[in-house]
C-alpha cells in the first residue's frame, strides 16, 4: 500500500501563474481533502471532494479549485498566485461512504514557493 | 477565541522523560480527536484517532479528552530523541473538516 501520494513534490512559479498539484489517495480511500500549511502553522482546511463533487469548502477565495476523478485521485489548482500562496499543500484521504468516520492519512505535502 | 488553543513551544525535555502535550478548543461540535506527528518539511502522520471522551493508549503514546473541559492531552511515555518533530492536535465534528492547532515543537535532548 503506497499511502497517500502527492506530486510534484517541490514547485517554484512566479506571481500571477497558474498551478496544479496532484493527489493520489490511500488504496479504499474515496475522499479527498486539501490543506495549506503555512511556515510555523497547523494546516488549514481548503476544500473536500467525495463522488466527484466538492462537498465542502474552507475559507479560501476562488483562486482555489479542484477536481476528483472518477479513480479518487484529485487535482488542486490556484490561478493568479501570490507571494502568500507560498505553502506546503497537504492532500488527505479517508473513507467517507459510510455511517462511521475512518482517519485521514496525509501524503508527504507539495511545497511552492511563489517568488 | 481560535477554535482549537495549541502551545507553539518550543518544549525541550530530557530523554526517558514523559512528555505531556495539551489542546483546548471550543466548538463543542467536534467529536473525533487526533494527534499527527510531523517531521520538519515532511507530510503530518496520524499518532492517535479517538473518538468523544476517555483514554486510549498505543505503546508508548496516551491520549486523553476530556468533553466536558474541552481538553485533549497526548503523553509520551520513555521519550526518545527520535521523538523530536511538532506535534499537531486536531479535531472534527461530522462534516469531516478536520481543524488543526498551531502544533508544539519537541526537542528530546540526549
Known amino acids: 500500500d503506497a499511502g497517500v501520494t502527492q506530486s510534484p513534490t517541490h514547485l517554484i512559479k512566479t506571481r500571477g501563474q497558474q498551478v496544479t498539484l496532484r493527489c493520489s489517495p490511500k488504496?479504499?480511500?474515496?475522499?479527498v481533502s486539501w490543506y495549506q500549511q503555512a511556515l510555523g502553522q497547523g494546516p488549514q482546511f481548503i476544500f473536500q471532494?467525495?463522488?466527484?463533487?466538492e462537498r465542502q469548502r474552507g475559507n479560501f477565495p476562488d483562486r482555489f479549485s479542484g477536481h476528483q476523478f472518477p479513480n479518487y485521485s484529485s487535482e488542486l489548482n490556484v490561478n493568479a498566485l501570490l507571494l502568500g500562496d507560498s505553502a506546503l499543500y497537504l492532500c488527505?484521504?479517508?473513507w467517507g461512504g459510510g455511517a462511521e468516520k475512518t482517519e485521514a492519512f496525509f501524503g508527504q505535502g507539495t511545497r511552492l514557493t511563489v517568488v | 477565541q481560535k477554535e482549537v488553543e495549541q502551545d507553539p513551544g518550543p518544549l525541550s525535555v530530557p530523554e526517558g522523560a514523559i512528555v505531556s502535550l495539551n489542546c483546548t478548543y471550543s466548538?463543542?461540535?467536534?467529536?473525533?480527536f487526533m494527534w499527527y506527528r510531523q517531521y520538519s518539511r515532511k507530510g503530518p502522520e496520524l499518532l492517535m484517532y479517538?473518538?468523544?471522551?476517555g483514554n486510549k493508549e498505543d505503546g508508548r503514546f496516551t491520549a486523553q479528552v476530556d468533553k466536558s473541559s474541552k481538553y485533549i492531552s497526548l503523553f509520551i511515555r520513555d521519550s526518545q530523541p527520535s521523538d523530536s518533530a511538532t506535534y499537531l492536535c486536531?479535531?472534527?465534528?461530522?462534516?469531516?473538516?478536520?481543524?488543526f492547532g498551531k502544533g508544539t515543537r519537541l526537542h528530546i535532548l540526549p
Open positions: 488527505a484521504s479517508s
Open positions: 466548538n463543542s461540535a467536534f467529536q473525533y
Open positions: 479517538t473518538y468523544s471522551s
Open positions: 486536531a479535531m472534527s465534528g461530522e462534516d469531516d473538516k478536520i481543524i
Open positions: 488504496s479504499g480511500h474515496d475522499t
Open positions: 471532494y467525495y463522488e466527484e463533487e
